[in-house]
Protein backbone atom coordinates (compact mmCIF):
# COMPACT_ATOMS: atom_id res chain seq x y z
CA UNK A 1 0.00 0.00 0.00
CA UNK A 2 0.93 3.54 0.26
CA UNK A 3 3.47 4.64 2.33
CA UNK A 4 4.66 8.04 4.04
CA UNK A 5 7.45 7.79 5.16
CA UNK A 6 8.82 10.09 8.13
CA UNK A 7 12.52 11.43 9.11
CA UNK A 8 13.73 11.77 11.52
CA UNK A 9 11.78 9.66 14.39
CA UNK A 10 13.14 11.41 17.07
CA UNK A 11 15.07 14.45 17.59
CA UNK A 12 16.75 16.41 20.49
CA UNK A 13 17.70 19.88 19.88
CA UNK A 14 19.17 23.14 21.65
CA UNK A 15 16.41 26.02 22.37
CA UNK A 16 17.03 28.66 19.20
CA UNK A 17 18.15 26.29 16.90
CA UNK A 18 15.82 25.16 14.08
CA UNK A 19 14.91 21.51 12.95
CA UNK A 20 14.21 20.00 9.62
CA UNK A 21 11.29 17.07 9.46
CA UNK A 22 11.19 14.90 6.25
CA UNK A 23 8.15 13.56 4.81
CA UNK A 24 8.11 11.37 1.52
CA UNK A 25 5.63 9.10 -0.34
CA UNK A 26 7.23 6.52 -1.65
CA UNK A 27 5.12 5.14 -4.29
CA UNK A 28 2.81 7.73 -4.88
CA UNK A 29 2.39 11.35 -5.94
CA UNK A 30 0.71 13.84 -2.67
CA UNK A 31 0.18 17.03 -3.88
CA UNK A 32 -1.17 17.97 -0.64
CA UNK A 33 0.11 17.05 2.75
CA UNK A 34 -0.93 17.83 6.02
CA UNK A 35 1.04 18.23 9.35
CA UNK A 36 -0.06 17.61 12.80
CA UNK A 37 0.77 17.88 16.31
CA UNK A 38 0.10 16.03 19.45
CA UNK A 39 0.80 16.61 22.85
CA UNK A 40 1.09 14.34 25.21
CA UNK A 41 -2.13 12.01 26.00
CA UNK A 42 -4.66 14.56 23.56
CA UNK A 43 -5.31 13.98 20.08
CA UNK A 44 -4.04 15.25 16.54
CA UNK A 45 -4.34 18.30 15.91
CA UNK A 46 -3.46 19.77 12.63
CA UNK A 47 -0.95 22.66 12.09
CA UNK A 48 -1.09 23.23 8.25
CA UNK A 49 -1.94 21.72 5.10
CA UNK A 50 1.22 21.47 2.56
CA UNK A 51 0.41 21.94 -1.35
CA UNK A 52 2.66 21.16 -3.79
CA UNK A 53 4.11 24.33 -5.45
CA UNK A 54 2.21 26.87 -3.44
CA UNK A 55 2.28 28.08 -0.14
CA UNK A 56 0.94 26.57 2.51
CA UNK A 57 -2.21 27.03 4.30
CA UNK A 58 -1.93 27.36 8.42
CA UNK A 59 -4.44 26.76 10.75
CA UNK A 60 -5.19 29.92 13.37
CA UNK A 61 -2.83 30.20 16.11
CA UNK A 62 -0.09 28.09 14.08
CA UNK A 63 2.77 30.71 13.65
CA UNK A 64 3.96 29.99 9.76
CA UNK A 65 7.02 31.90 10.41
CA UNK A 66 8.21 29.57 12.96
CA UNK A 67 6.42 26.66 11.31
CA UNK A 68 7.90 27.13 7.74
CA UNK A 69 6.65 24.10 5.72
CA UNK A 70 7.75 23.36 1.67
CA UNK A 71 6.72 21.49 -0.25
CA UNK A 72 8.64 22.07 -3.48
CA UNK A 73 8.35 18.52 -5.06
CA UNK A 74 5.08 15.80 -5.18
CA UNK A 75 6.73 13.72 -3.57
CA UNK A 76 8.69 15.49 -0.79
CA UNK A 77 7.20 18.06 2.06
CA UNK A 78 9.48 19.38 5.20
CA UNK A 79 8.11 21.29 8.24
CA UNK A 80 11.16 23.26 9.66
CA UNK A 81 10.85 24.02 13.08
CA UNK A 82 12.85 27.39 13.44
CA UNK A 83 14.28 28.89 16.76
CA UNK A 84 12.99 25.87 18.65
CA UNK A 85 11.60 26.26 22.19
CA UNK A 86 11.26 23.27 25.27
CA UNK A 87 7.25 24.06 24.40
CA UNK A 88 7.41 23.51 20.83
CA UNK A 89 8.63 19.71 22.24
CA UNK A 90 5.54 17.35 20.72
CA UNK A 91 5.21 14.62 18.55
CA UNK A 92 4.85 16.08 14.90
CA UNK A 93 3.03 13.59 12.52
CA UNK A 94 2.62 14.12 8.25
CA UNK A 95 0.37 12.63 6.33
CA UNK A 96 -1.30 12.44 2.43
CA UNK A 97 -4.59 11.39 0.59
CA UNK A 98 -4.36 8.78 -1.53
CA UNK A 99 -6.14 7.88 -4.62
CA UNK A 100 -7.10 4.17 -3.30
CA UNK A 101 -10.72 4.57 -1.86
CA UNK A 102 -9.90 1.44 1.12
CA UNK A 103 -7.08 3.65 2.94
CA UNK A 104 -8.25 7.37 2.06
CA UNK A 105 -5.26 8.91 4.34
CA UNK A 106 -2.00 7.38 4.74
CA UNK A 107 -0.14 8.58 7.87
CA UNK A 108 3.75 9.15 8.57
CA UNK A 109 5.38 7.14 12.05
CA UNK A 110 5.61 10.90 13.49
CA UNK A 111 8.82 12.69 14.77
CA UNK A 112 9.68 13.33 18.92
CA UNK A 113 10.84 16.44 18.85
CA UNK A 114 12.54 17.45 22.42
CA UNK A 115 13.89 21.07 23.02
CA UNK A 116 16.27 21.08 25.15
CA UNK B 1 -18.03 16.76 8.56
CA UNK B 2 -20.25 14.97 11.06
CA UNK B 3 -19.64 14.87 14.57
CA UNK B 4 -18.66 11.36 16.63
CA UNK B 5 -18.82 10.61 19.93
CA UNK B 6 -16.86 7.78 21.62
CA UNK B 7 -16.24 6.00 25.49
CA UNK B 8 -13.00 7.78 26.47
CA UNK B 9 -11.46 4.27 27.07
CA UNK B 10 -12.04 0.45 26.95
CA UNK B 11 -10.63 -2.78 28.65
CA UNK B 12 -10.71 -6.02 26.91
CA UNK B 13 -9.07 -9.05 27.66
CA UNK B 14 -6.70 -10.92 25.75
CA UNK B 15 -8.09 -13.08 22.75
CA UNK B 16 -11.90 -11.88 23.14
CA UNK B 17 -13.65 -10.14 21.23
CA UNK B 18 -13.35 -5.90 21.56
CA UNK B 19 -15.93 -3.90 20.69
CA UNK B 20 -16.00 -0.49 20.21
CA UNK B 21 -18.67 1.82 19.86
CA UNK B 22 -18.80 5.47 17.99
CA UNK B 23 -22.45 7.30 17.67
CA UNK B 24 -22.58 9.79 14.54
CA UNK B 25 -25.94 10.84 14.77
CA UNK B 26 -25.65 13.99 12.34
CA UNK B 27 -24.04 11.43 9.33
CA UNK B 28 -25.21 13.01 6.12
CA UNK B 29 -26.04 10.27 3.16
CA UNK B 30 -22.26 10.76 1.09
CA UNK B 31 -20.50 10.37 4.15
CA UNK B 32 -18.45 7.81 4.96
CA UNK B 33 -17.43 6.24 8.31
CA UNK B 34 -13.38 5.50 8.69
CA UNK B 35 -11.67 3.70 11.72
CA UNK B 36 -7.96 4.52 12.55
CA UNK B 37 -5.90 3.59 15.61
CA UNK B 38 -2.71 5.31 17.16
CA UNK B 39 -0.54 2.77 18.68
CA UNK B 40 1.55 4.67 21.02
CA UNK B 41 4.37 6.90 19.66
CA UNK B 42 3.41 5.91 16.67
CA UNK B 43 1.43 7.76 13.29
CA UNK B 44 -2.36 6.00 12.75
CA UNK B 45 -2.88 3.47 10.71
CA UNK B 46 -5.79 2.94 9.11
CA UNK B 47 -8.44 0.11 9.87
CA UNK B 48 -11.51 -0.02 8.09
CA UNK B 49 -14.03 2.31 6.67
CA UNK B 50 -17.46 2.00 5.49
CA UNK B 51 -21.09 3.54 4.18
CA UNK B 52 -24.05 1.61 4.78
CA UNK B 53 -22.78 -2.21 4.56
CA UNK B 54 -21.22 -4.09 7.23
CA UNK B 55 -17.38 -4.72 6.54
CA UNK B 56 -14.41 -6.87 7.50
CA UNK B 57 -11.07 -7.11 6.62
CA UNK B 58 -8.20 -8.74 7.84
CA UNK B 59 -7.87 -6.51 10.85
CA UNK B 60 -11.23 -5.91 11.64
CA UNK B 61 -14.85 -6.22 11.46
CA UNK B 62 -17.50 -2.66 11.12
CA UNK B 63 -21.24 -2.86 11.71
CA UNK B 64 -23.25 0.11 10.86
CA UNK B 65 -26.44 0.30 12.20
CA UNK B 66 -29.21 0.60 9.15
CA UNK B 67 -29.94 4.09 10.33
CA UNK B 68 -26.41 4.87 9.86
CA UNK B 69 -26.68 6.80 13.32
CA UNK B 70 -24.00 4.74 15.12
CA UNK B 71 -21.08 2.01 14.26
CA UNK B 72 -19.03 -0.61 15.84
CA UNK B 73 -15.22 -1.44 15.19
CA UNK B 74 -15.06 -4.73 16.46
CA UNK B 75 -11.57 -7.17 17.13
CA UNK B 76 -12.72 -10.14 16.91
CA UNK B 77 -9.79 -11.62 19.36
CA UNK B 78 -7.81 -8.81 20.51
CA UNK B 79 -3.95 -9.24 21.15
CA UNK B 80 -2.24 -7.16 23.55
CA UNK B 81 -0.78 -5.32 20.59
CA UNK B 82 -4.33 -3.66 20.21
CA UNK B 83 -3.23 -1.41 22.63
CA UNK B 84 -4.27 1.74 21.04
CA UNK B 85 -6.65 4.80 20.74
CA UNK B 86 -8.85 4.07 18.55
CA UNK B 87 -10.97 7.01 16.19
CA UNK B 88 -13.74 6.64 14.56
CA UNK B 89 -14.15 9.75 12.12
CA UNK B 90 -16.94 10.58 9.45
CA UNK B 91 -16.35 11.87 6.82
CA UNK B 92 -16.91 12.52 3.07
CA UNK B 93 -14.79 10.73 1.07
CA UNK B 94 -15.38 13.70 -2.13
CA UNK B 95 -13.68 16.08 1.40
CA UNK B 96 -10.04 16.67 0.55
CA UNK B 97 -9.56 18.41 3.87
CA UNK B 98 -7.46 16.79 6.45
CA UNK B 99 -8.56 14.21 8.31
CA UNK B 100 -10.07 15.42 11.69
CA UNK B 101 -9.39 13.35 14.85
CA UNK B 102 -11.50 13.44 17.84
CA UNK B 103 -10.46 12.45 21.39
CA UNK B 104 -10.96 8.63 20.20
CA UNK B 105 -11.33 5.65 22.68
CA UNK B 106 -7.62 4.01 24.73
CA UNK B 107 -8.16 0.66 24.08
CA UNK B 108 -6.57 -1.63 26.73
CA UNK B 109 -5.96 -5.45 26.22
CA UNK B 110 -5.08 -7.15 29.67
CA UNK B 111 -3.19 -10.49 29.53
Known amino acids: GAVVSQHPSWVICKSGTSVKIECRSL??????MFWYRQFPKQSLMLMAT?????????EQGVEKDKFLINHASLTLSTLTVTSAHPEDSSFYIC????????????FGSGTRLTVV | DAKTTQPPSMDCAEGRAANLPCNHS???????VYWYRQIHSQGPQYIIH???NNETNEMASLIITEDRKSSTLILPHATLRDTAVYYC????????????FGAGTRLTVKP
Open chain 2, 89 to 100: IVRGWRNNNDMR
Open chain 1, 27 to 32: DFQATT
Open chain 2, 26 to 32: TISGNEY
Open chain 1, 50 to 58: SNEGSKATY
Open chain 2, 50 to 52: GLK
Open chain 1, 95 to 106: SARIRDPNYGYT
